[in-house]
């Protein structure tokens, strides 16, 4: 009988330590549709979880701007993103501790190759389309550039990049505003080639960041999980997996990354136009 006490007070205990284990929600920026990003997402937050044991689970809104409200809204724990180093944003204390492999990023603007527009003077009131309002490398950063040379354009958002492109190819814009990573993998996946009219300065890729309402143990926990993925025979194998699903290097896995890294963004916020800031 006391065996049995015993057993039940372990069990009850081991029952509760999980009840009072927080869920913590990730959202990563939509850099593809919906299918493709959960396709992406959802078997690296499983193994993550798995190791760390912290719990995560994926939330993504229907375009990027989406996912940016529930985060402004504080309705998230962890990103995957680049939108919130603004001056008014990096107040709301998100702490920088991952990022993925890859060379470093630019901002582009291009035409389909066989398109007549050789300059950008020549997009003067054409559309062109954009992933979105809050993408920082594919939006902001081009859109500063036209501005700055005081070229207005119609700018056409459609939700994610993978819908820009399809814009552009059904001829409802006559650019893309995307970042240089994201047009060589529609190439290469593809076929399509691009005539890139400007490219700007070189920015790293997205961020992993953690709220500040996140223990310092439970980031602590990611933080080893994500950036160990790939030395492990398992975390190998769904990394090159997940990577395939979107057409991305079959290598690519976490680093370790520091709020420091991502300064050339705070130098874009300090000299561009309002109207992107």
Same mark, same amino acid.
């Given at each position: ?151 207005? $354009?119609? %700018? *056409?958002?459609?939700?994610?990049? @993978? ?6 190819? !059904?001829?409802?814009? =006559? ?43 439970? $980031?602590? %926990? *990611?933080?080893?999980?994500?950036? @160990? ?6 975390? !190998?194998?769904?990394? =090159? ?37």
């Amino acid at each position: 009988m006391l065996r049995l006490l015993i057993s039940l007070c372990l069990l009850m205990t081991s029952l509760q330590a999980q009840a009072q284990q927080p869920v913590y929600r990730f959202s990563p920026v939509n850099q593809w549709d919906i299918p493709k990003t959960a396709a992406y997402w959802n078997p690296i937050i499983q193994y993550v979880s798995q190791q760390s044991g912290v719990q995560l689970e994926l939330k993504i809104g229907r375009t990027s701007a989406d996912t940016t409200a529930y985060v402004l809204a504080q309705e998230v724990e962890f990103v995957f993103s680049n939108h919130l180093f603004s001056p008014e944003r990096d107040k709301l204390g998100w702490k920088v501790f991952g990022r993925r492999t890859g060379p470093a990023l630019q901002g582009q603007i291009a035409v389909l190759d066989n398109s007549p527009i050789r300059t950008l003077e020549e997009l003067s009131k054409q559309d062109m389309v954009f992933a979105g309002p809050e993408a920082f490398v594919g939006y902001r950063v081009p859109q500063a550039e036209l501005m700055n040379r005081g070229i207005e $354009v119609n %700018a *056409v958002f459609a939700g994610n990049q @993978n819908a820009a492109f399809a814009q552009l190819l !059904a001829g409802k814009a =006559k650019a893309v505003g995307s970042n240089s990573a994201l047009i060589d993998g529609f190439t290469e996946k593809q076929g399509t080639k691009f005539r890139v009219l400007w490219t700007s300065e070189s920015y790293l890729d997205l961020a992993l960041m953690a709220s500040g309402k996140v223990s310092t143990k439970d $980031v602590r %926990a *990611v933080t080893n999980a994500f950036i @160990n993925m790939h030395k492990s025979k398992a975390g !190998a194998l769904i990394l =090159k997996q997940a990577s395939a699903s979107v057409g991305m290097d079959p290598n690519s896995h976490f680093l370790p990354a520091y709020d420091k890294d991502y300064e050339s963004y705070r130098r874009f916020y300090a000299t561009a136009p309002m109207a992107v800031r």
